[in-house]
């Protein structure tokens, strides 16, 4: 019969169950394809020896470098497009319409905390209580009212630290001693004040309830065609990067979110919207909690990425976040109406370290 | 809500990071065999990862694409890099791990050696024979590559024959 293919030798070496038995018994009488096999078989051990590298991958780093281009990537092509669609993606939720701290920093805040949200997002930590599908399912904000964005917030890198502190009128943060690792001097990257402003709409929240079947709760007196001014920032961010451009430390500080409100109370509207169908009730009763005084600080935290416990910086009640895969760490705090943010891919006691010695100058 | 994404490109798949957790390794190791160098493999695996971040490449199929897109990309650099060469001797000599510095300058001229055979060889041998000492079954490389799986042993037999020719040529004394 005739020989098999030098192709067939060759898979008889890595796979024989893929060979023909009729080969293989071929084979195993043929002193000539015998000896073609041990051929094979030399060739592939030799060239698997010549190919193989010893490694031992780091899968944490490379996907925190990975986020960072990504979230490089985004700041590259930001322009208009961007934040406004981080506006957008906020303010999809009635919930978040309701409470602003909540939506600027769902998504808007950027100005807040720039590149340090960037790694938040990167890592998942959407900074709101609900699990993504929560997110996905909470209604569009424009079933209840109309929304319209009146400032961007215009993130960019400033030229330095006089410029950033000229653009945002906030002071510069002085690290005492930074962390082991990170080295040089910051880059500063800045965001102007953002402003949104929601109008709601009895009729349109009373057609979304309609269609989702469910009567719409009678709105409190003077609700129908309120007007809520969402607003954020300035904001400004000093960021250390590895050699690669990922972020090794960001310390940020912004002017908190704040809602106002024209007619009804603010308080009064977000436990009327808190009432609306279409909200999970463990979310809605630790939004409850929340003021729009710029104060409260709600840090929602996807809990399968990361862990986040109350710790105290200089006297401040403040939320330390850890990933659980040790990659990173963040502290975040709000005080006197301002947001204050210490993260990296540093140990969470590092973090605190840097965020308990922290200087302002002006 | 995954990564954020910029202006007129596509979105960043949701999945990312899940599929870069269970396949950053294996996409490494994949471009090391091409390259022989594991900085230049984590930049392969970065650019490969980046690519399949922006595609709709289904989740199932995404161990296989990200095996063959490794390939490739090691393969255009090891094409393109001149400069890697000198870079790979720097570091290699100061490779701790080989006892005798002798059996280094062998190991060092050799795996070039093997980097260079390899980008000479046609472009379907090269990526076959990476593949399958990359763990991926026949059937996964003749799919990858438009092959039949019987010829799949051919290709791979034929780039391991040249390699070894490359090899022992270079290794008789002159």
Same mark, same amino acid.
């Given at each position: ?48 020896? @010549?190919?193989? /590298?010893?490694?031992? %991958? ?128 910051? %880059? ?8 949104? /402003? ?59 979110? %704040?809602?106002?409100?024209?007619? %009804? ?37 996807? @809990? ?59 | 809500?995954?990564?954020? !994404? ?100 062998? !190991? ?67």
């Amino acid at each position: 019969m005739r020989h098999p293919s030098d192709g067939t030798l060759r898979r008889l070496v890595d796979e024989p169950a893929g060979v023909p038995d009729v080969d293989r018994a071929h084979v195993a009488a043929c002193p000539g394809c015998l000896s073609g096999l041990a051929a094979a078989q030399r060739d592939a051990t030799l060239t698997g020896a @010549a190919l193989d /590298v010893e490694l031992s %991958t780091d899968v944490a780093a490379g996907w925190h470098r990975l986020a960072g281009t990504l979230a490089a990537d985004g700041r590259r092509h930001p322009a208009t497009a961007r934040p406004a669609r981080r506006w957008r993606t906020a303010l999809r939720s009635p919930v978040i319409a309701a409470v602003a701290a909540v939506a600027v920093l769902a998504g808007a805040s950027a100005a807040a905390a720039a590149n340090w949200l960037e790694i938040f997002r990167t890592e998942r930590v959407a900074p709101v209580t609900f699990s993504q599908a929560d997110l996905v399912e909470l209604p569009d904000l424009s079933a209840y009212g109309t929304v319209e964005v009146t400032h961007r917030p215009q993130l960019r890198e400033a030229n330095g630290p006089a410029a950033a502190r000229q653009a945002t009128g906030l002071p510069l943060p002085q690290v005492g001693k930074l962390p082991r690792g990170v080295t040089g001097a910051p %880059t500063y990257r800045v965001g102007d004040r953002m402003e949104a /402003v929601f109008t709601f709409s009895a009729e349109q929240a009373a057609r979304t309830a309609a269609a989702a079947g469910e009567p719409l709760p009678p709105p409190p007196a003077g609700l129908d065609g309120s007007r809520f001014r969402l607003v954020a920032g300035p904001g400004l961010a000093a960021v250390w990067s590895e050699a690669r451009g990922v972020p090794a430390l960001i310390v940020a500080r912004a002017v908190a979110p %704040t809602a106002y409100s024209s007619g %009804t109370p603010f308080q009064t509207a977000r436990d009327y919207l808190l009432s609306l169908p279409g909200l999970p009730a463990d979310v809605a009763a630790q939004l409850r909690h929340f003021s729009a005084d710029g104060a409260t600080l709600p840090l929602p935290v996807a @809990a399968d990425q990361l862990s986040s416990r109350p710790v105290d910086v200089g006297g401040v009640p403040a939320t330390l976040l850890t990933a659980r895969d040790g990659s990173m760490a963040g502290v975040v705090w709000a005080h006197d109406g301002q947001l204050t943010a210490v993260a990296g891919s540093i140990s969470a006691d590092e973090v605190l370290s840097v965020a308990r010695e922290l200087r302002w100058t002006r | 809500m995954a990564v954020s !994404t910029p202006g007129r490109r596509a979105p960043v798949r949701a999945d990312l990071e899940q599929v870069f957790r269970a396949a950053y390794a294996r996409v490494v190791a994949v471009a090391a065999r091409v390259l022989g160098s594991r900085d230049e493999a984590e930049d392969v695996a970065q650019e490969v990862f980046l690519s399949f971040g922006r595609s709709g490449v289904p989740a199932g199929e995404a161990p296989a694409w990200l095996s063959v897109a490794a390939a490739h990309t090691a393969l255009n650099h090891l094409r393109s890099g001149r400069r890697r060469a000198s870079r790979e001797r720097v570091a290699g000599v100061a490779d701790p791990v080989s006892p005798d510095v002798a059996d280094a300058v062998v !190991t060092l001229d050799e795996r070039r050696r093997v980097r260079a055979a390899l980008a000479r060889l046609p472009r379907r041998q090269a990526l076959a024979l990476v593949l399958r000492h990359s763990g991926l079954s026949y059937a996964e490389v003749a799919a990858a590559l438009g092959l039949s799986p019987g010829s799949v042993g051919t290709v791979v037999r034929r780039a391991e024959s040249a390699l070894r020719k490359e090899l022992s040529h270079h290794a008789s004394p002159e």
